[in-house]
Each structure stands twice: as structure tokens, then as C-alpha cells.
């Protein structure tokens, strides 16, 4: 079946058939792109097509497409394990293992392959754009296309240009991901790039009071109250200590070891432990017979959530502070990309800058740790009781 709309529509490949990219795929084909899925690996790709026909089969009995849009959008998808498939693509996203020599490799054969205009992007998390374009004879076409987990259904798209991206290239990226229903952020081509960096205290100081004693229930109780869906102990759980874990190190290595970003030994002995959350169905919590324990009521603390929320705070007005991208999408990326009940900085602006500066000095009072340093951005909006939005 053809379908019309597809007519206009530049071809897209996607490589690599796992979590990321069959979820990315599907999103092109919804939206009328031909295109490629390519995976290294038979039974991968065999999965992640499953699973995209799985996912819109799911949307028709919802009544959320009607059967002939799906049959129209699977129309579309042409899945290979062989990666010549892609000649003839205007847009190559990648999704394969997190591996800068594996990336490189792949993007050196798409190089000879694609047409000179072709755009290849990375939905890389922590591989800086600069090191995938390094080695490219274009650098101007790699761009950082990063989407979120399950990519039909988050919002949020951070688009990462490299110094050598052609501005161009990040325009037709963004407005690609426009067109698929998505809100698109440009982010500084930075460890963790917008939303995986402000959000490593919600884990790392949650993971710092725990260490001092202080139950998981109550900790998740106090964030819980201040509206977050989820507690840190609970969302660390769901997303797996290991790859969490794997996240703050290499922030934490490729900001120099600062130590606002240290990784928590606490942390480290549950993945050496295997608890690594409800994939092993024992984490901070223990899923064995089911969830209820997760449940058990606790009490919210002020000063727990204070302290976590003037410590997220204190890391969004730096990554303003350093430009990575402008208050009003860094605080778009925290709400859509990983649902924060309100965006950081209009948070500070609600409770003043004045009060967080109070919190972060208390603590480093308390601690004498650089960690709790509070932003030069926060203390000059303190002192002249600005706001980060007039
Ligand atoms: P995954 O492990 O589910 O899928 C990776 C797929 O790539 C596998 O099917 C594998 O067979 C295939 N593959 C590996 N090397 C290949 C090659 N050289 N050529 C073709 N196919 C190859 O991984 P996932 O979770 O989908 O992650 C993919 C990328 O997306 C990584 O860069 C990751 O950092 C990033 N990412 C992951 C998110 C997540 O929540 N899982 C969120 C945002 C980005």
C-alpha cells in the first residue's frame, strides 16, 4: 500500500533494532518517511520490528490509529541487516551500543556510502559529538539527535550540535523532530548534555543522605511530596542501577572529576551486588513479592527535599550560567524529558535565589565540600533579587 504522504518525505535510516532505535524508527514510519531499520544483529532486528508492529497494533485496538494508517506507516519500513540498505537516506540516526570505536566505525562506512548532503546523527548519551566527528572527512553533517525513553512517547529531543555542525544541519534535525510531534532543544555539545546532567543530584544526593542513614521510603516520600512521579530510590530501581550508575561515571570522568558529580560507593555495591533494581527484582527495594514494599508509607522530610531540590537548582543555573542551552529549555527538557513536576528555574524563581544560595552555603558550611558550591548565576540573582524570568 502506498501511502501519499510519505511522497514528499525524505528517506530515514535508523541503525541499530534495539530499545532506542526500533522506537525511533517507528516514529518515521508513523510519520510518513521511508525507512530503513538496519541491525548488526538477525534476531535484534527480528525484535525490534516485533516490536514496532506490537506497539501500533496495541494503537489500533486503542483506537488510536485506524488499521489502514498502520498498514500504510509498516508499508514504509524496510529492515536489513545490511547497512548498503542505507545508500539513498537523507537522514541516518544511530542507535547501536554505546562504544565510540563501534560508532566511528559505522560512521566511516556510512561516510563512503551516503550522498555528500546526508546528515549523520548519534543518539549517543554520553559520547561528545565532537569525538564522533573528529575523525569524519564532514564533520559539518554529525549532529546529536537524543531522544528519550520510549521515543514514541516522550516529548523531548535534545539536538546536540558539534563545534563543526553545520547550522544547517542541527535547523533540519530539529525541525525533522518538530514534524514527528516532538519538542526539540538545542543543547551544548556537554557531558551529559542538557537533561542527564542537571538530573545527576535527584540520584547522587538522594544517594549521599541514604548513605548518612536515612531510609530509601523517606527519601522517595519527600521528593514524591514535592510532586516528582517518582523518588530517586524508585526511579533508580526502574531504570537500573548499573546503567544509572554507568551514567554518573562518566559524567563524573568527563567533567575532570569534579565532585559535584561523584558517583556513591553505596551505588557501586549494588551493582557489584547484582541488586540492580526491578530487572533483578531486588534493588533499594525488594520486588520479589511484589511491589507493596515499595509502597510501605513513609513520612516526607523538608529538609530532605530542600536540600536534593537546591542542589537540582544549583545545577540548572549552572548549566545556564554556562549556555548549554537558555533557561526556558532547560527548564522545557526537565519537564518533558523526564517529567519534572516544574522546571528548575522557575521553581528558583517562585522560592527566590536568595534561599537556595542560603541552603547550598549551609551545606558546604556543614560539609566542607566543593560539591555544594552554590552557581555564580544564583548568588548574583540573589544579591539583586533577580529572577532567571522577568
Ligand atoms: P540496545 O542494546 O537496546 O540496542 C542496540 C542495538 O544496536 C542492538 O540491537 C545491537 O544488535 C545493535 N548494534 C550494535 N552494534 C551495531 C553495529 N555496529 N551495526 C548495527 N547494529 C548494531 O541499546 P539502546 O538502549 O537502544 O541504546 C542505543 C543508543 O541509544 C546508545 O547510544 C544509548 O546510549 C542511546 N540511548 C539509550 C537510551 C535508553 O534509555 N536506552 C536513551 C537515550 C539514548
Given at each position: 500500500?502506498?501511502?501519499?504522504?510519505?511522497?514528499?518525505?525524505?528517506?530515514?535510516?535508523?541503525?541499530?533494532?534495539?530499545?532506542?532505535?526500533?522506537?525511533?524508527?517507528?516514529?518515521?514510519?508513523?510519520?510518513?518517511?521511508?525507512?530503513?531499520?538496519?541491525?548488526?544483529n538477525e534476531?535484534?532486528?527480528?525484535?525490534?520490528?516485533?516490536?514496532?508492529?506490537?506497539?501500533?497494533?496495541?494503537?489500533?485496538?486503542?483506537?488510536?490509529?485506524?488499521?489502514?494508517?498502520?498498514?500504510?506507516?509498516?508499508s514504509?519500513?524496510?529492515?536489513?541487516?545490511d547497512?548498503?540498505?542505507?545508500?539513498?537516506?537523507?537522514?541516518?540516526?544511530?542507535?547501536i551500543?554505546?562504544?565510540?570505536?563501534?560508532?566511528?566505525?559505522?560512521?566511516?562506512?556510512?561516510?563512503?556510502?551516503?550522498?555528500?548532503?546526508?546528515?549523520?546523527?548519534?543518539?549517543?548519551?554520553?559520547?561528545?559529538?565532537?569525538?564522533?566527528?573528529?575523525?569524519?572527512?564532514?564533520?559539518?553533517?554529525?549532529?546529536?539527535?537524543?531522544?528519550?525513553?520510549?521515543?514514541?512517547l516522550?516529548?523531548?529531543?535534545?539536538?546536540?550540535?558539534?563545534?563543526?555542525?553545520?547550522?544547517?544541519?542541527?535547523?533540519?534535525?530539529?525541525?525533522?523532530?518538530?514534524?514527528?510531534?516532538?519538542?526539540?532543544?538545542?543543547?551544548?555539545?556537554?557531558?551529559?548534555?542538557?537533561?542527564?546532567?542537571?538530573?545527576?543530584?535527584?540520584?547522587?544526593?538522594?544517594?549521599?543522605i541514604?548513605?548518612?542513614?536515612?531510609?530509601?521510603?523517606?527519601?522517595?516520600?519527600?521528593?514524591?511530596?514535592?510532586?516528582?512521579?517518582?523518588?530517586?530510590?524508585?526511579?533508580?530501581?526502574?531504570?537500573?542501577?548499573?546503567?544509572?550508575?554507568?551514567?554518573?561515571?562518566?559524567?563524573?570522568?568527563?567533567?575532570?572529576?569534579?565532585?559535584?558529580?561523584?558517583?556513591s560507593?553505596?551505588?557501586?555495591?549494588?551493582?557489584?551486588?547484582?541488586?540492580?533494581?526491578?530487572?533483578?527484582?531486588?534493588?533499594?527495594?525488594?520486588?520479589?513479592?511484589?511491589?507493596?514494599?515499595?509502597?510501605?508509607?513513609?513520612?516526607?522530610?523538608?529538609?530532605?527535599?530542600?536540600?536534593?531540590?537546591?542542589?537540582?537548582?544549583?545545577?540548572?543555573?549552572?548549566?545556564?550560567r554556562?549556555?548549554?542551552?537558555?533557561?526556558?529549555?532547560?527548564?522545557?527538557?526537565?519537564?518533558?524529558?523526564?517529567?519534572?513536576?516544574?522546571?528548575?528555574?522557575?521553581?528558583?524563581?517562585?522560592?527566590?535565589?536568595?534561599?537556595?544560595?542560603?541552603q547550598?552555603?549551609?551545606?558546604?558550611?556543614?560539609?566542607?565540600?566543593?560539591?555544594?558550591?552554590?552557581?555564580?548565576?544564583?548568588?548574583?540573582?540573589?544579591?539583586?533579587?533577580?529572577?532567571?524570568?522577568?
Amino acid at each position: 500500500m502506498t501511502n501519499i504522504a510519505s511522497e514528499n518525505k525524505e528517506q530515514i535510516s535508523v541503525i541499530g533494532a534495539g530499545t532506542m532505535g526500533s522506537g525511533i524508527a517507528q516514529l518515521a514510519i508513523i510519520h510518513g518517511h521511508p525507512t530503513v531499520l538496519v541491525d548488526a544483529n538477525e534476531a535484534s532486528l527480528a525484535r525490534g520490528t516485533d516490536a514496532i508492529r506490537k506497539n501500533l497494533d496495541r494503537d489500533v485496538e486503542k483506537g488510536r490509529k485506524t488499521a489502514q494508517q498502520v498498514a500504510s506507516a509498516l508499508s514504509l519500513l524496510t529492515a536489513s541487516s545490511d547497512i548498503a540498505k542505507c545508500k539513498g537516506s537523507e537522514i541516518v540516526i544511530e542507535a547501536i551500543v554505546e562504544s565510540l570505536p563501534v560508532k566511528e566505525e559505522l560512521f566511516s562506512k556510512l561516510e563512503s556510502l551516503l550522498a555528500p548532503g546526508a546528515i549523520l546523527a548519534s543518539n549517543t548519551s554520553s559520547l561528545s559529538i565532537a569525538a564522533l566527528a573528529g575523525s569524519r572527512k564532514s564533520p559539518e553533517r554529525v549532529v546529536g539527535v537524543h531522544f528519550f525513553n520510549p521515543a514514541p512517547l516522550m516529548k523531548l529531543v535534545e539536538i546536540v550540535p558539534g563545534l563543526l555542525t553545520n547550522p544547517s544541519v542541527t535547523a533540519r534535525c530539529s525541525a525533522l523532530v518538530t514534524s514527528w510531534g516532538k519538542t526539540s532543544v538545542c543543547a551544548k555539545d556537554t557531558p551529559g548534555f542538557i537533561v542527564n546532567r542537571v538530573a545527576r543530584p535527584f540520584y547522587g544526593e538522594a544517594l549521599r543522605i541514604a548513605e548518612e542513614g536515612l531510609p530509601y521510603a523517606s527519601i522517595d516520600a519527600s521528593m514524591k511530596d514535592l510532586g516528582f512521579k517518582m523518588g530517586p530510590f524508585e526511579l533508580m530501581d526502574l531504570i537500573g542501577n548499573d546503567i544509572n550508575y554507568a551514567v554518573t561515571c562518566s559524567v563524573f570522568e568527563s567533567f575532570y572529576y569534579d565532585s559535584r558529580y561523584r558517583p556513591s560507593i553505596l551505588q557501586r555495591r549494588m551493582v557489584e551486588n547484582n541488586l540492580l533494581g526491578r530487572k533483578t527484582k531486588h534493588g533499594y527495594y525488594d520486588y520479589r513479592s511484589g511491589d507493596a514494599a515499595v509502597l510501605s508509607a513513609s513520612r516526607p522530610s523538608v529538609e530532605i527535599s530542600d536540600r536534593i531540590l537546591a542542589m537540582l537548582i544549583n545545577e540548572a543555573a549552572e548549566a545556564a550560567r554556562l549556555q548549554i542551552a537558555s533557561p526556558k529549555e532547560i527548564d522545557l527538557a526537565m519537564t518533558l524529558g523526564v517529567n519534572y513536576p516544574k522546571g528548575l528555574l522557575g521553581w528558583c524563581d517562585e522560592l527566590g535565589a536568595a534561599k537556595i544560595v542560603t541552603q547550598l552555603d549551609a551545606l558546604k558550611a556543614r560539609y566542607g565540600e566543593e560539591r555544594y558550591r552554590a552557581s555564580p548565576y544564583l548568588r548574583d540573582l540573589a544579591a539583586n533579587n533577580g529572577k532567571f524570568f522577568k
